[in-house]
């Protein structure tokens, strides 16, 4: 074996890496071992193989591409109009005091109802099609970014304020060239968890009336006792929220380059 | 130390064995038969319609059967599932949900009709014209889901006027049927026949509706058991269904009585307009009534199948010797 070689099984091993793969390896292994030997029916725990067949199913015929997509569309639509208004506001809270103290009950409150409970109220008074779906998202995104936002504003350092302000910076260069760099990293943070419940946002919307997207592929399932269905549907919202989590953290390296 | 010793001995007494509960006054249990405990998921929220379950519950029909009947308002596919599984003896459910869930490997079997007609229909304002299935074409109709008793009754209703579901514009809308309808944001709605109408008609809505029943014999809401209980247990599943019957004969002959006891059951019942309220119950009676209570009908259960093969929901033609059986009833 070569140096380099054995430095890479070396670093695989020592690094802990294989662990990555045991840790996806297992709960496959024990899912499969519970369907075979743990005698429940496959219609309440279908194995990991009749998921993959399913799965190869609705891949074939196109439906779960043509659903992926329409839950997709929902969710970039709502984590778009939910993070750009929590941004929006979240700077101003920052940056008002009287204006934090104002509307602070109302930003609660907005993550404090039940989004499960509310959906159907937004199915009526807008409608059973994609701007209600985008809205449900919106909704659950909305809080933590505002939250963060508030927060990375905040901690922009004062001196550094003062050090802008004896150099007569513009508002407008103020934000750009200090509070935007200064609290992006933690917006960014913010806007990792809005990304991942975006998904289940649009789900809750999709399962109160909708007749395209994930949701509605899980409702179809549950109501065929296709359970295996049911599977694929939410492994891919799993897929979906990893994906969009790995976006983020992908922009976070991007534009935080200049922090190494 | 005493003060430990003391709480100590209070925990000790909170801890231990609890008198047992007084027995009721109302009629009780034969004395040679053990209680049982049934939990039964009915598929919706407390509701004026399971008035026959609230009246058998209060009129001790379970509890002189030696049952002890306790009701769930999880969903319908839920409580099916787990009568598959033989986690529950027994739910109420819809008859395609039992050809739905044979067709997966549940073994489920209907044991009693509750519904003698198919209770889906199509409602909509006067205005619209839609008195007849192929008045349906080109219109947009709302609907709780693509999925369930009221998707399948739509397409039977779509299947009778020869329409597909490409010849009319549908909308998925969760159970807001009413609000849809009253916005105008729908020209029609797939509606229980029971219900929506008569909310619509109590907010000055006129409508004509459209039944599945008028054009195609279906099986409605019943009871199911497992094949497992029905071989195991045959006696318990008879004493179910007949104590279950019985209260559907005693709400049917007196249904002012059934009425009181609901509000016993239904939270907020006593509270919204008795008018209204007892007009679903009526319009649900007329959906109970038959010349033989109970009798599941061979013809409907193969309508049921038809229309579940046309719509791809079953690949094949299925044992519907399995499916139901009337050998419980009295």
């Excluded at chain 1, 099984?9 to 292994?29: D, N, T, Y």
């Excluded at chain 1, 519970?34 to 074939?60: K, M, T, Y």
């Amino acid at each position: 074996m070569t140096p380099s070689k054995k430095s890479r099984w070396q670093v695989f091993f020592k690094g802990g890496r294989w662990l990555a793969g045991i840790s996806l390896l297992l709960p496959l292994l024990i899912w499969q071992g519970v369907a075979l030997w743990g005698g429940q029916p496959a219609f309440l725990l279908p194995s990991p193989w009749q998921v993959v067949l399913r799965f190869g199913d609705v891949l074939a015929n196109g439906s779960l591409l043509y659903h992926t997509g329409f839950t997709l569309l929902e969710v970039l639509l709502g984590l778009a109009l939910g993070s750009g208004l929590a941004t929006v506001t979240g700077y101003a809270l920052a940056r008002s005091p009287l204006l934090e103290r104002l509307l602070s009950p109302y930003l609660v409150a907005s993550q404090a109802v039940p989004v499960v409970a509310i959906a159907p109220l937004l199915v009526i008074w807008f409608g059973p099609g994609l701007f209600s779906k985008v809205l449900v998202c919106a909704l659950i995104v909305f809080f933590p970014v505002l939250v963060n936002t508030v927060v990375g504003v905040r901690a922009v350092p004062q001196n550094l304020r003062d050090l802008m302000h004896t150099l007569r910076a513009s508002p407008f260069q103020v934000l750009r060239q200090l509070e935007i760099p200064a609290a992006l990293p933690v917006l960014l943070g913010g806007l990792r968890i809005g990304a991942t419940l975006s998904v289940i946002g649009a789900v809750v919307g999709e399962f109160v009336g909708a007749d395209r997207g994930l949701g509605f592929l899980v409702n179809v399932g549950r109501g065929r006792y296709d359970t295996a269905l049911v599977f694929v549907a939410i492994l891919t919202l799993v897929a979906l929220a990893l994906l969009l989590y790995g976006g983020v953290v992908l922009v976070e390296k991007r534009l935080l380059r200049w922090e190494k | 130390m005493k003060r430990f010793a003391l709480l100590f001995c209070l925990l000790l007494v909170a801890c231990g064995p609890q008198p047992a509960a007084p027995t009721p006054s109302r009629a009780t249990a034969s004395t040679t038969q053990a209680v049982v405990n049934i939990r039964l998921p009915v598929g919706y929220i407390p509701n004026i319609q399971f008035a026959p379950l609230y009246v058998a519950m209060e009129k001790g029909y379970y509890r002189q059967a030696g049952l002890e009947v306790t009701l769930d308002y999880s969903q319908e596919t839920d409580g099916v599932a787990l009568v598959g599984a033989n986690n529950l003896q027994f739910s109420v459910a819809s008859g395609e949900q039992v050809l739905l869930a044979r067709a997966q490997g549940l073994p489920v079997s209907y044991v009693l009709a509750w519904y003698q007609q198919f209770p889906v229909g199509v409602v909509a304002g006067t205005q619209q014209g839609i008195r007849t299935p192929a008045d349906l074409k080109g219109k947009q109709i709302g609907i709780p889901g693509l999925y369930g008793a009221s998707y399948i009754g739509f397409r039977a209703l779509l299947d009778a006027a020869g329409l597909k579901e490409s010849d009319v514009i549908l909308d998925s809308i969760g159970y807001n049927q009413v609000e849809a309808l009253l916005a105008g944001r729908e020209q029609a709605a797939v509606i229980y026949t029971t219900n929506e109408p008569i909310q619509l008609q109590a907010r000055g809505f006129a409508v004509d509706v459209v039944r599945v029943s008028d054009v195609l014999q279906l099986v409605g809401n019943g009871l199911i058991t497992n094949e497992t209980t029905q071989k195991e247990k045959p006696e318990l599943v008879r004493r179910m269904v007949q104590a279950t019957l019985q209260g559907i004969q005693t709400a049917l002959a007196n249904p002012a009585e059934a009425y009181e006891i609901s509000k016993k059951y239904v939270e907020g019942l006593a509270a919204d307009d008795p008018v209204v309220q007892k007009q679903i119950l009526a319009a649900s009676m007329d959906l109970w009534k038959a010349p033989k209570p109970g009798y599941s009908d061979p013809k409907a259960w193969e309508n049921m199948q038809g229309i579940l093969i046309k719509m791809q929901l079953l690949k094949g033609p299925l044992d519907l010797s399995q499916a139901y059986s009337n050998a419980f009833l009295p």
